[in-house]
């Protein structure tokens, strides 16, 4: 879609017909189960680890005062390195190569970002498309920014095939052992592909403003980083916290306030704020007092509806992530059914389990080294939005704690 060098094969993003999504699904669905991830944790450990190491070299010592340090540290970009890392380990066994060298390899996140402008863009006024990269005249004369991505994996893909012998235990080897298992009629190859492509360019541009939702409000709100601070500190100091943290020391069951945190960061901020579009089943549905035919599609704002002042408290426009801890676990599940961020039901995102994970993880080993301070404390960030609300900058100080 938009540029993908195989416009006429569909993925889990843009198929409609929900039988064909369904089945597609189903292909894949193994691969990113939480069992499936879990045997998969090392990778996501060695990227925690250098993003770190990234860290320390950019820290500063607790003694300097505040006229003499330098620079403030982007973290919009330092998030989606590190998230783009983690996605290349889990899906090729091996990271893209941002924490390393430490910038935009092959300014793949600046492409990432003209690809969602420009698709965001021709979604709502689609005639613009048959002008631009639908044009093949224009195609040919300016590279779609989509190709970026696919290039990497079609790299992959092609670095496998000579290879077929090597020994591969991540996303991709689990999507193309389904493959084989199933067969080309129900998992045709060129899918592979898709699947792969959709993995590596969904997983990073969304986790990372997870996180940058998490530290910006965690910053702005003392009283939660004070309490955070103290759960993280307290589990290092029982021995309860490896180095890096595994996610089982990290989850919600470990770490109670740190998944509120997470959860109170994704309703506030949600990574899409896209409508998500249903279709009103056959017969017709009321829907708020309102009779809508069969077959209308509808749709509603995540954002606007995780601001549910019945359903999250007339606070609901604060960061507060007691909210989360403090109601009855019927109470919880409506909330967390009023959070649209990974989607609801047939369309729920596959990648849910992978972003909880790293960001679990890396935030735990991050608190437990550092302090961070927002660059302008009073000022609020600027936000650009094309169905992904990003932040333009993140300017934080990483100080090492004493």
């Given amino acids: 879609m938009f540029g993908l060098p195989t416009p006429d094969d569909a993925n889990l993003f843009s198929v409609i017909d929900p039988v064909e999504h369904k089945r597609m699904k189903r292909n894949v669905a193994p691969a990113f189960s939480m069992s499936a991830l879990m045997a998969l944790e090392e990778f996501v450990d060695s990227t925690v680890t250098l993003f770190i190491q990234c860290m320390d070299e950019l820290a500063i010592a607790p003694s300097v005062p505040p006229s003499q340090r330098k620079d403030p540290i982007n973290m919009v970009e330092w998030f989606q390195w590190y998230a783009f890392d983690v996605v290349g380990e889990l899906s090729f066994s091996r990271r893209l190569g941002f924490l390393d060298a430490k910038s935009d390899v092959g300014n793949m996140t600046k492409v990432l970002d003209s690809f969602i402008q420009y698709a965001s863009t021709v979604a709502m006024m689609p005639e613009l498309h048959k002008f631009l990269f639908g044009n093949p005249l224009v195609a040919a004369f300016l590279s779609p920014p989509a190709l970026v991505i696919s290039d990497v994996t079609k790299q992959e893909m092609d670095r496998r095939e000579a290879d077929p012998d090597a020994v591969h235990s991540d996303i991709m080897d689990k999507i193309i052992q389904s493959q ?178 790293e960001i679990c993880k890396v935030m735990a080993a991050l608190l437990r080294r550092f302090r961070l301070e927002l660059a302008a404390p009073d000022e609020e960030w600027d936000v650009r939005t094309y169905n992904l609300p990003k932040p333009k900058s993140l300017n934080v100080y990483i100080i090492r704690r004493e």
């Avoid at 770490?255 to 017969?283: D, F, Q, S, W």
């Avoid at 007691?322 to 369309?347: I, Q, T, V, Y």
């Avoid at 729920?348 to 992978?354: D, S, Y």
Wanted: charged share 25%.
């Fill in 180 to 357: 084989k298992k199933i067969g080309p009629h129900e998992f045709p190859h060129s899918e592979i592909f898709q699947h792969a492509v959709v993995n590596l360019s969904g997983g990073s541009d969304t986790t990372g403003i997870a996180m940058d939702s998490f530290i910006y409000h965690l910053l702005k709100n003392p009283k939660a980083y004070k309490k955070l601070q103290a759960e993280i500190d307290e589990a290092a100091l029982k021995g309860k916290l490896s180095d890096p943290p595994r996610y089982s020391e990290t989850n919600h069951q470990a770490m109670p306030y740190l998944a509120a945190c997470i959860k109170e960061a994704l309703r506030i901020h949600p990574p899409v704020t896209t409508t998500l579009p249903r279709h009103v089943p056959r017969g017709g549905a009321y829907i708020c007092g309102r009779f809508f035919p069969g077959g209308t599609r509808v749709s509603v704002s995540p954002f606007v509806l995780a601001r549910d002042k019945k359903l999250f408290g007339e606070d609901s426009d604060a960061f507060r992530p007691e909210r989360w801890l403090e109601c009855s676990p019927e109470k919880a599940f409506d909330m967390e059914n009023g959070c649209l961020h990974f989607s609801h039901g047939a369309r729920i995102c596959l990648g849910r389990h992978i972003a909880v994970m």
